[in-house]
């Protein structure tokens, strides 16, 4: 290692500690490579035992991966890895810097390379070109020298601290700076390559400030939109006035211990605007407006569900404590949505309600919008409504909708969402739910009761096997809820059949899709259970594979790679000299001088037929079958071969001595 | 249209691939590399900073591209080829370049190419034999396409570094191993000339199309003894692959009705006023015919590959001054060529063989009529086939029955034992493609 790597490892590892404040791993590594460059220490590490290196980054970077998405989540797994990966790599490192060959095979990082047939390798043409800085040659890149890209690898890693200010651009642009000075060719001009450098800094400084704002722009345009795909406490769009069919999902959303059916609650709306429904009262607050103390008897109801970092809650009415979510911080609005902010994972929490949802209406849940006037009008005489009672009016509402109207998932082919409204009530007397509760809420404001949408899901599958109720996409509901007796009930106008209905349009592919929802539901809930109760055993359970796994990976590696030594030392003997220890050699030699040699242009096999010697016909033959069958001959062949050899040079010197 | 589409869409990855490797360093590589990384991990602005980090390697490699535009060097190459190579055999030549400018260039490298031709969908079909596989496996995927690419090229030339380029002419020793037989063509050479900041290379292009014959494999085989007699060769040694008579004089004599009227000597006919002809010493010498089956049919490419490894062993194996040799292979038509003392030399027979090509239909009638033609001419046959069918036993049986020595060889793929070969004459020896060094040696 030269000074000035040693001078990259040291600048990138320190600003990677200042930066993420990792000072104790930074500080190690940069130990063990300052004792590396200063030990005399090297040792002829092999190919395989490269790879060991490269299989354990690998083998680390899956743990890290493990621990960050299942053991214990994170909020930004990704970046918990990138702030570690001088870590992960420390190996592939060491394995150079301990090294004798000081570079480390390509192969060690890249898996693929490893398999590569060396028959194959010639379809491809040859790599390109790498100096190689200490004997000044260019060389096909099979081996790479690793200290510069580990640097460079150790400064990537500490953008992860997200140290919003220049300085991350500068301990950057230092680095590679340095590393390209390091590189730059013979013909480069110096005033020249000092010129681009400055030219690059001054434009990727500027370029990466433009990138920032481009993104705050961007996300700032993108969240208007993308907010439509989401269930959004503030504001509601409905799918009225949306033409075609309505497309409906069987994906299971969560899953819930209770009663009986139910409905659900997530966000009530208490202002129309036609295509969407607003709330006025949308600020979240810490406080749970529900207290326990107004609201007579506890009812509980458990939910298993997958949260995400941000989840508004599907909750009944009157929920006024919710366990199970410590780790979570809820904050409420005064229409009754709840929101939970956690580290994304699965959770079972327990939700004790009243059944009985209070609060003072607004002088929005009275509103009418001017353009439904005429139609409202004329239904509430057709129902007569006015002088009611207000039961009485909900009654003749739910009545009227479920005797005159049927439930369709038919969009219809009005696109304004007011006149598809008045066509549903007037023409078409069919529609989904967001009609009827639409509806339902503009005739009880024209009743003088105060109402307000609710959405949510409505709870009715049970499944006898998991003794479980399943909420899925398609139960996603709409209702509306009236202010009567100081209470707001909810008003359900939609026609009982919906939900057969619903079930009637389930995929094919359901069975298949609730099988494997049903197994990751089954392996969180044990995960669930193990990172409650055993989530130290577990780690422990993970070091201890984890240590069988390596030591038996080392153990198997020493009997490779001795049986590797012993396979060389065979081979040693074998290909390139096979035979050559072949008595035969003797009986050739010992006839040497004799009228009876073996000519130049002799074959063996020429030779023997000319000596006209029977017993030396079988004997060739084994040493041909030594010398050029690659099976060579069986340990009696070659005993054979040994001893009638030797018995016939034996003969023949016998012979001679009488002679 | 699957396959034509799988094709273009080969070539447009190959042709990146290439572009990519040829044009940026190893440091470019790892810079590419960690500009995407620091994308990925920075695409979220408000998460991490890689960002800037991705914005400044960008703006470096976009400047080494715009940079490497700029060129003064001026390089001319001169490339000296031997005029053989032989497959399986290193190939070692000589590139001379020199700098017509007057700086010295440093990390330079020389990338010598031989040229592609972009396989069509029927070539492909044709090469792995698929024709008769259903539709689905008819699909060549993109390493089998790279395959044949790598065969059709004839063999790989690692980029050359080259030392610091001053003015001095520079001589390069470059060698590779070519992989197949026949003509293998250079196309133009690049120098690659790295950027002000190491990253991009400028390719140069060097104009030197040229190309090189590469020889069959052989090898080392024992001369066969076939015992066959010395023919009679009407026209001697010099003319004994031509028509006519042989130009060693013997005598004058009068003419006779049916001497050829090329065969009159003038001179006396002017002096004597009446007919003379000339008479030529007749000849007997040993003539061998070799003789290869060029239908492949159901075999593999390496096993045609084979025959003609073998039948290039025994050419080469020939003992030149005792015997005329005449290779007879069918291709468009049916081809014999003699070499021999006096007629032509040995290795072009060699270069006849690196430009065999292996026949679509089964063409052994014709090449039976060729040899029955000259049956008369030739002391012994050997045979290199492929197959051992009816037709080719009756043949051999046919020869035979001539009281003509005949040695055969049989090329099969591991399938075939003495036992199932039946009429095997006696010099017949069963040859595994694969394992066919060895199994020559042993004979």
Same mark, same amino acid.
């Given at each position: 290692m030269m000074n000035k790597d040693l001078l990259f490892l040291s600048f990138s590892l320190l600003s990677w500690g200042w930066l993420s404040e990792t000072w104790p791993a930074a500080f190690g590594l940069l130990f063990a490579i300052v004792a590396g460059k200063y030990s005399a220490w090297r040792w002829?590490?092999?190919?395989?035992?490269?790879?060991?290196?490269?299989?354990?980054?690998?083998?680390?970077?899956?743990?890290?991966?493990?621990?960050?998405?299942?053991?214990?989540?994170?909020? *930004?797994?990704?970046?918990?890895?990138? /702030?570690?990966l001088p870590v992960l790599f420390a190996p592939a490192l060491f394995a150079q810097l301990f090294s004798s060959a000081q570079s480390l095979p390509l192969a060690t990082l890249f898996y693929s390379l490893r398999k590569q047939n060396p028959e194959l390798a010639d379809f491809k043409l040859p790599y390109t070109s790498l100096y190689n800085r200490e004997s000044g040659v260019i060389r096909l890149f099979r081996e790479i020298d690793f200290?510069?890209?580990?640097?460079?690898?150790?400064?990537?890693?500490?953008?992860?601290? $997200?140290?919003?200010?220049?300085?991350?651009?500068?301990?950057?642009?230092?680095?590679?700076?340095?590393?390209?000075?390091?590189? &730059?060719?013979?013909?480069?001009?110096?005033? =020249?390559?000092?010129?681009?450098?400055?030219?690059?800094?001054?434009?990727?400084?500027?370029?990466?400030?433009?990138?920032?704002?481009?993104?705050?722009?961007?996300?700032?345009?993108?969240?208007?939109? #993308?907010?439509?795909?989401?269930?959004?406490?503030?504001?509601?769009?409905?799918?009225?006035?949306?033409?075609?069919?309505? /497309?409906?999902?069987?994906?299971?959303?969560?899953?819930?211990?209770?009663?009986?059916?139910?409905?659900?609650?997530?966000?009530?709306?208490?202002?129309?605007?036609?295509?969407?429904? =607003?709330?006025?009262?949308?600020?979240?607050?810490?406080?749970?407006?529900?207290?326990?103390?107004? $609201?007579?008897?506890?009812?509980?109801?458990?939910?298993?569900?997958?949260? $995400?970092?941000?989840?508004?809650?599907?909750?009944?009415?009157?929920?006024?404590?919710?366990?199970?979510?410590?780790?979570?911080?809820?904050?409420?609005?005064?229409?009754?949505?709840?929101?939970?902010?956690?580290?994304?994972?699965?959770?079972?929490?327990?939700?004790?309600?009243?059944?009985?949802?209070?609060?003072?209406?607004? /002088?929005?849940?009275?509103?009418?919008?001017?353009?439904? #006037?005429?139609?409202?009008?004329?239904?509430?005489?057709?129902?007569?409504?006015?002088?009611?009672?207000?039961?009485?009016?909900?009654?003749?509402?739910?009545?009227?909708?479920?005797?005159?109207?049927?439930?369709?998932?038919? =969009?219809?082919?009005?696109?304004?969402?007011?006149?598809?409204?008045?066509?549903?009530?007037?023409?078409?007397?069919?529609?989904?739910?967001?009609?009827?509760?639409?509806?339902?809420?503009?005739?009880?404001?024209?009743?003088?009761?105060?109402?307000?949408?609710?959405?949510?899901?409505?709870?009715?599958?049970?499944?006898? &096997?998991?003794?479980?109720?399943?909420?899925r996409s398609r139960h996603a509901h709409a209702w509306a809820i009236a202010y009567i007796d100081g209470l707001w009930r909810a008003v359900d106008s939609t026609p009982s059949q919906w939900l057969a209905m619903e079930s009637e349009h389930a995929s094919l592919w359901q069975p298949v899709a609730d099988w494997w929802s049903n197994c990751l539901f089954h392996f969180r809930e044990w995960q669930l259970q193990q990172s409650r109760q055993q989530n130290a055993k577990l780690e422990l359970i993970a070091a201890l594979l984890l240590t069988i796994y390596l030591a038996w990976r080392l153990y198997s590696a020493k009997q490779k790679l001795s049986r590797k030594t012993q396979n060389k030392q065979s081979a040693m003997l074998k290909p390139c000299c096979?035979?050559?220890?072949?008595?035969?050699?003797?009986?050739?030699?010992?006839?040497?001088?004799?009228?009876?040699? &073996?000519?130049? $242009?002799?074959?063996?096999?020429?030779?023997?037929? *000319?000596?006209?010697?029977?017993?030396?016909?079988?004997?060739?033959?084994?040493?041909?079958?030594? *010398?050029?069958?690659?099976?060579?001959?069986?340990?009696?062949? *070659?005993?054979?071969?040994r001893q009638q050899a030797n018995a016939w040079l034996e003969h023949f010197r016998n012979e001679a001595a009488r002679h | 249209m699957l396959q034509s589409f799988l094709l273009r869409q080969y070539r447009r990855v190959y042709r990146f691939d290439n572009w990519m490797r040829r044009h940026f360093t190893f440091t470019g590589h790892l810079v590419i590399a960690f500009t995407i990384a620091a994308a990925v991990f920075g695409v979220n602005t408000k998460q991490s900073t890689t960002y800037q980090l991705f914005v400044f390697l960008l703006v470096l490699l976009v400047l080494s591209i715009l940079n490497s535009s700029f060129n003064r060097l001026k390089v001319t190459l001169n490339r000296r080829l031997p005029r053989y190579g032989m497959v399986g055999e290193p190939l070692r030549y000589t590139v001379t370049l020199t700098n017509l400018t007057p700086r010295t260039y440093g990390r330079l490298a020389l990338c010598e190419q031989l040229a592609e031709i972009q396989p069509s969908a029927t070539q492909l079909l044709k090469f792995y034999q698929l024709h008769q596989s259903p539709w689905f496996k008819q699909v060549v995927n993109f390493r089998r396409w790279l395959r044949y690419l790598a065969y059709q090229r004839g063999g790989v030339i690692a980029e050359t570094a080259l030392p610091d380029f001053a003015q001095a002419p520079l001589q390069v020793q470059i060698s590779f191993t070519p992989t197949r037989r026949g003509t293998i063509t250079f196309t133009d050479s690049y120098l690659a000339k790295p950027d002000l900041l190491g990253l991009f290379r400028r390719l140069i292009v060097l104009k030197a199309r040229q190309s090189c014959l590469i020889l069959?494999?052989?090898?080392?085989?024992?001369?066969?003894?076939?015992?066959?007699?010395?023919?009679?060769?009407? @026209? @001697?040694?010099?003319?004994?692959?031509?028509?006519?008579?042989?130009?060693?004089?013997?005598?004058?004599?009068?003419?006779?009705?049916?001497?050829?009227?090329?065969?009159?000597?003038?001179?006396?006919?002017?002096?004597? @006023?009446?007919?003379i002809v000339k008479e030529y010493q007749d000849e007997y010498f040993v003539r061998r015919a070799l003789l290869l089956d060029t239908f492949a049919g159901d075999a593999a490419t390496e096993q045609f590959e084979a025959a003609v490894s073998v039948a290039a062993s025994i050419a080469v194996n020939e003992r030149q001054n005792e015997a005329l040799l005449d290779l007879m292979f069918v291709g468009l038509q049916t081809y014999c060529f003699t070499a021999g003392r006096g007629v032509d030399q040995l290795p072009h027979l060699q270069e006849i063989l690196a430009a065999v090509q292996p026949g679509e239909q089964d063409s052994f009638a014709q090449l039976r009529q060729a040899v029955l033609a000259r049956i008369g001419l030739c002391s012994s046959l050997v045979c290199v086939l492929m197959h051992w069918d009816q037709v080719r036993q009756d043949f051999i049986k046919q020869l035979l029955s001539h009281d003509l020595p005949v040695a055969v060889f049989l090329l099969h793929d591991g399938s075939l034992g003495e036992q199932q070969c039946a009429n095997k004459p006696e010099h017949f020896y069963l040859l595994d493609y694969r394992r066919l060094a060895e199994q020559l040696a042993a004979l």
């Open positions: 002829q590490i092999s190919s395989t035992q490269f790879y060991r290196c490269g299989d354990l980054s690998a083998l680390l970077v899956i743990l890290l991966l493990i621990d960050v998405y299942i053991l214990q989540p994170t909020e *930004r797994p990704i970046f918990v890895l990138l /702030k570690w200290i510069q890209p580990y640097a460079a690898l150790t400064v990537l890693s500490a953008g992860a601290a $997200n140290v919003q200010s220049p300085l991350y651009f500068i301990i950057a642009t230092a680095l590679f700076t340095g590393i390209l000075w390091t590189i &730059r060719p013979k013909h480069s001009s110096v005033p =020249l390559w000092l010129l681009s450098i400055v030219l690059a800094i001054g434009v990727s400084y500027f370029g990466y400030q433009g990138l920032r704002q481009l993104h705050t722009l961007v996300e700032e345009k993108s969240i208007a939109w #993308l907010s439509n795909w989401q269930s959004d406490p503030f504001k509601g769009q409905t799918s009225i006035g949306d033409v075609g069919e309505l /497309k409906l999902s069987d994906k299971i959303e969560f899953r819930l211990k209770a009663d009986g059916p139910l409905l659900l609650h997530q966000a009530s709306y208490d202002l129309y605007l036609g295509h969407s429904w =607003l709330a006025s009262k949308h600020l979240f607050m810490p406080e749970n407006p529900f207290k326990p103390s107004e $609201n007579g008897p506890l009812k509980q109801l458990e939910i298993l569900q997958q949260l $995400n970092r941000q989840s508004v809650l599907a909750l009944p009415d009157g929920t006024v404590k919710i366990t199970g979510l410590d780790d979570a911080y809820l904050q409420y609005t005064e229409l009754g949505a709840v929101k939970a902010n956690l580290s994304p994972r699965f959770a079972r929490y327990q939700a004790f309600y009243t059944d009985r949802r209070t609060g003072a209406p607004s /002088k929005y849940d009275l509103l009418v919008p001017k353009q439904h #006037l005429d139609w409202l009008q004329q239904i509430a005489d057709e129902l007569k409504l006015a002088g009611q009672r207000p039961e009485t009016i909900v009654e003749l509402i739910k009545s009227h909708f479920q005797h005159n109207f049927f439930y369709s998932l038919y =969009l219809g082919n009005q696109a304004n969402a007011d006149l598809a409204l008045r066509d549903f009530m007037l023409k078409r007397k069919a529609g989904h739910c967001e009609y009827f509760a639409a509806a339902t809420v503009l005739l009880l404001r024209q009743a003088g009761i105060p109402a307000r949408l609710a959405n949510g899901y409505s709870v009715g599958e049970y499944d006898n &096997r998991q003794d479980l109720y399943i909420v096979q035979g050559l220890d072949s008595e035969f050699y003797l009986i050739e030699q010992g006839l040497q001088n004799t009228d009876r040699a &073996r000519l130049h $242009n002799e074959s063996i096999q020429e030779w023997v037929e *000319r000596l006209q010697a029977p017993e030396l016909s079988r004997l060739y033959k084994l040493h041909y079958q030594l *010398r050029f069958d690659p099976l060579g001959l069986s340990d009696e062949q *070659r005993q054979l071969l | 069959p494999k052989h090898y080392p085989i024992k001369p066969l003894t076939l015992a066959g007699k010395r023919k009679y060769q009407a @026209g @001697g040694v010099s003319l004994a692959n031509s028509v006519g008579n042989s130009s060693e004089f013997m005598s004058l004599r009068d003419y006779q009705r049916g001497d050829p009227l090329n065969s009159i000597h003038w001179k006396s006919f002017a002096k004597h @006023g009446k007919l």
